[in-house]
Nanobody, 125 residues
Framework: QVQLVESGGGLVQAGGSLRLSCAAS??????????MGWFRQAPGKEREFVAD????????YYADSVKGRFTISRDNAKNTVYLQMNSLKPEDTAVYYC????????????????WGQGTQVTVSS
């Protein structure tokens, strides 16, 4: 069984920063074999793609809405993926989810087999 556990969410003022973490575990889960992605869902809206990163961190893809403000990274030794969020805006308010997939469609939720429970990020104006 694979578990993805997000942390680091909270309340921050516009212009502030947060760093989300997602720790992966599972008896047969080999973290380095998986693409990792971050997604978010705001109230009343559909879940949307935020960023993804390939197994060795060499290929990264961002949604246009976060490009230049958010940075995705991973530490394969710690089975953890991160999302550094800077210059936060009220429209970034959402529940943020991490996900893992061995074969994914970049920039979409296609192919992600495992999902975390989410962490709330609220940006006040």
């Amino acid at each position: 069984q694979v578990q993805l556990v997000e942390s680091g969410g909270g309340l921050v003022q516009a212009g502030g920063s947060l760093r989300l973490s997602c720790a992966a575990s599972g008896r047969t889960f080999i973290f380095i074999n998986y693409f990792m992605g971050w997604f978010r869902q705001a109230p009343g809206k559909e879940r949307e793609f935020v960023a993804d990163i390939n197994s060795n961190g060499g290929r990264i893809y961002y949604a246009d809405s976060v490009k230049g403000r958010f940075t995705i990274s991973r530490d394969n030794a710690k089975n953890t993926v991160y999302l550094q969020m800077n210059s936060l805006k009220p429209e970034d308010t959402a529940v943020y989810y991490c996900a893992a997939g061995s074969v994914v469609v970049r920039g979409t939720s296609g192919g992600y087999a495992y999902w975390g429970q989410g962490t709330q990020v609220t940006v006040s104006s």
